[in-house]
């Protein structure tokens, strides 16, 4: 079983900054492309920003002040929002593609159960 866990959410004033981050645990033999979603009310879950061994993505709407870092072990993954705004309030989701046994081609995605980040004045 993998587990990812993530916290760091929480109701900021538009402006500010979080910090998230979501640490991986259970059986695993390697973790590829980690990364965050994003989900605001009556809409589908977005990219917000990936990383793997050669690349670095972010969604247009956080370009610029979103940054997404992990460690060197891969079992932690991180997202910095700065300057947030009301509409970047929703349920940001940890995500990870993972191999789970000494076959590195069975890979499965692997998602936390989401933290809660509200942006208001």
């Known amino acids: 079983q993998v587990l990812l866990v993530e916290s760091g959410g929480g109701l900021v004033q538009p402006g500010e900054s979080l910090s998230l981050s979501c640490a991986v645990s259970?059986?695993?033999?390697?973790?590829?492309?980690r990364g965050w979603y994003h989900q605001a009310p009556g809409k589908q879950r977005d990219l917000v920003a990936s990383?793997?061994?050669?690349?670095?993505n972010y969604a247009d709407s956080v370009k610029g002040r979103f940054t997404v870092s992990g460690d060197n072990a891969k079992t932690t993954v991180y997202l910095q929002i700065n300057s947030l705004k009301p509409e970047d309030t929703a349920v940001y989701y940890c995500y990870a593609h993972i191999a789970t046994s000494q076959w590195l081609s069975k890979r499965d995605d692997y998602w936390g159960q989401g933290t809660q980040v509200t942006v208001s004045s």
């Open positions: 990383i793997n061994s050669t690349t670095i």
């Open positions: 259970g059986r695993f033999f390697s973790i590829y492309t």
